[in-house]
């Protein structure tokens, strides 16, 4: 029986609206009827796209991502013949016959608190709150303000195209997903983030950066509550921006954080785009909202670093040209 994360060996039916898959070098892959794949099984919940998990035997099923994820459709928005279908033919095995799981390649972290540099958190409260973009503008700023940025991104199911903006502001990102069972365990979800979550900050500590953007999905089928409460994020975050669609997101994200004593410093995301919004979050919420112009400000380094853990210069910061911080 297919597990999440195995690699499996299949043919395309149909390749139906999508017409090709992502490399890891970001090239584009064009698909054809009647080619061999080699996909990985996965759970996706997208909400404008597809719902999709992974079948119970080798049945044919879809291609629900374009970097690669196969799965079987449970429910969509989209047209469910967006999706490429597949047949799957065998999973790929290793020279003793055991089937391979991207699990099998977790990285291990030598990473230690006190060596490590400055760590922000982006945390999406629902889907679509803007965090990618909350991430990327961060990214800018704090290269503006003369700091060597690295970016990671923690996701189910990681998107080559949702990762282009921090790649475009920084040489130094990374991705990475995780084949997690559909009803499995908080605390098997817990230990597999929490694994991924430092095989990310040791990758990006080898790269000599000065302070690290680390995007949480929201899609992670409540993995993100599980994995903030765990010690791994306790031991690596200096900040938190909390980034929402709606103020009442927003509030409820932000006070249970102050529960687990996580440090939230401001609020991003789309609400930040809507004039009502920001008002009603001033009203609500004890910490200020800020948009694209002030996350990519080099002030944005005072705003959210108060205790002045950054190797910059926070005076100089916040002497210069006032932002657009909302206060």
């Given at each position: 029986?297919p597990?999440?994360?195995?690699?499996?060996?299949?043919?395309?039916?149909?390749?139906?609206?999508?017409?090709?898959?992502?490399l890891?070098?970001?090239?584009k892959?064009p698909?054809?009827?009647?080619?061999?794949?080699?996909?990985?099984?996965?759970?996706?919940?997208?909400?404008?796209?597809?719902?999709?998990?992974?079948?119970?035997?080798?049945?044919?099923?879809?291609i629900?991502?374009?970097?690669?994820?196969?799965?079987?459709?449970h429910?969509?928005?989209?047209?469910?013949?967006?999706?490429?279908?597949?047949?799957?033919?065998?999973?790929?095995?290793?020279?003793?016959?055991?089937?391979?799981?991207?699990?099998?390649?977790?990285?291990?972290?030598?990473?230690q608190?006190?060596?490590l540099?400055?760590?922000?958190?982006?945390?999406?409260?629902?889907?679509?709150s803007?965090?990618?973009?909350?991430?990327?503008?961060?990214?800018?700023?704090?290269?503006?303000?003369?700091?060597?940025?690295?970016?990671?991104?923690v996701?189910?199911?990681?998107?080559?195209?949702?990762?282009?903006?921090?790649?475009?502001?920084?040489?130094?990102d990374?991705?990475?997903?995780?084949?997690?069972?559909?009803?499995?365990?908080?605390?098997?979800?817990?230990?597999?983030?929490?694994?991924?979550?430092?095989?990310?900050?040791?990758?990006?500590?080898?790269?000599?950066?000065?302070?690290?953007?680390?995007?949480?999905?929201?899609?992670?089928?409540?993995?993100?509550?599980?994995?903030?409460?765990?010690?791994?994020?306790?031991?690596h975050?200096?900040a938190?921006?909390?980034?929402?669609a709606?103020?009442?997101?927003?509030?409820?994200?932000?006070?249970?954080l102050l529960?687990?004593?996580?440090?939230?410093?401001?609020?991003?995301?789309?609400?930040?785009?809507?004039?009502?919004?920001?008002?009603?979050?001033?009203?609500?919420?004890?910490?200020?909202?800020?948009?694209?112009?002030?996350?990519?400000?080099?002030?944005?380094?005072?705003?959210?670093?108060?205790?002045g853990?950054?190797p910059?210069n926070?005076?100089?910061c916040?002497?210069?040209?006032?932002?657009?911080?909302?206060?």
């Amino acid at each position: 029986m297919p597990k999440a994360g195995d690699l499996v060996l299949a043919k395309i039916i149909a390749t139906r609206r999508q017409k090709h898959l992502a490399l890891a070098n970001g090239h584009k892959s064009p698909l054809h009827k009647d080619e061999y794949v080699i996909l990985c099984y996965g759970n996706r919940y997208a909400p404008e796209q597809y719902e999709a998990h992974v079948p119970e035997r080798l049945e044919p099923c879809q291609i629900v991502s374009v970097d690669g994820i196969a799965a079987k459709l449970h429910s969509w928005q989209r047209p469910a013949n967006s999706a490429a279908e597949i047949k799957p033919l065998g999973l790929v095995g290793d020279e003793f016959g055991r089937p391979l799981n991207i699990n099998d390649w977790t990285g291990k972290s030598n990473a230690q608190k006190n060596q490590l540099p400055f760590t922000i958190a982006v945390i999406g409260m629902d889907a679509n709150s803007g965090q990618t973009t909350t991430s990327a503008q961060l990214l800018a700023g704090l290269t503006r303000a003369g700091l060597q940025v690295g970016a990671a991104k923690v996701t189910a199911s990681p998107l080559q195209h949702d990762n282009a903006p921090a790649s475009d502001y920084s040489g130094h990102d990374s991705q990475a997903g995780y084949g997690y069972p559909r009803r499995s365990p908080s605390t098997r979800k817990q230990q597999q983030l929490g694994v991924m979550l430092d095989t990310l900050i040791s990758e990006l500590c080898t790269r000599d950066v000065e302070a690290i953007i680390l995007e949480i999905s929201d899609c992670l089928d409540g993995a993100p509550e599980s994995l903030l409460a765990s010690q791994h994020v306790s031991r690596h975050l200096d900040a938190i921006i909390v980034s929402a669609a709606g103020v009442q997101k927003a509030k409820a994200g932000i006070d249970w954080l102050l529960q687990k004593k996580l440090p939230v410093k401001a609020v991003s995301g789309t609400l930040s785009n809507s004039p009502l919004h920001v008002e009603q979050a001033r009203k609500m919420i004890d910490f200020p909202v800020l948009d694209r112009t002030a996350l990519s400000s080099p002030h944005i380094v005072a705003q959210i670093d108060a205790a002045g853990l950054c190797p910059v210069n926070l005076e100089q910061c916040r002497d210069a040209e006032p932002s657009a911080v909302e206060k």
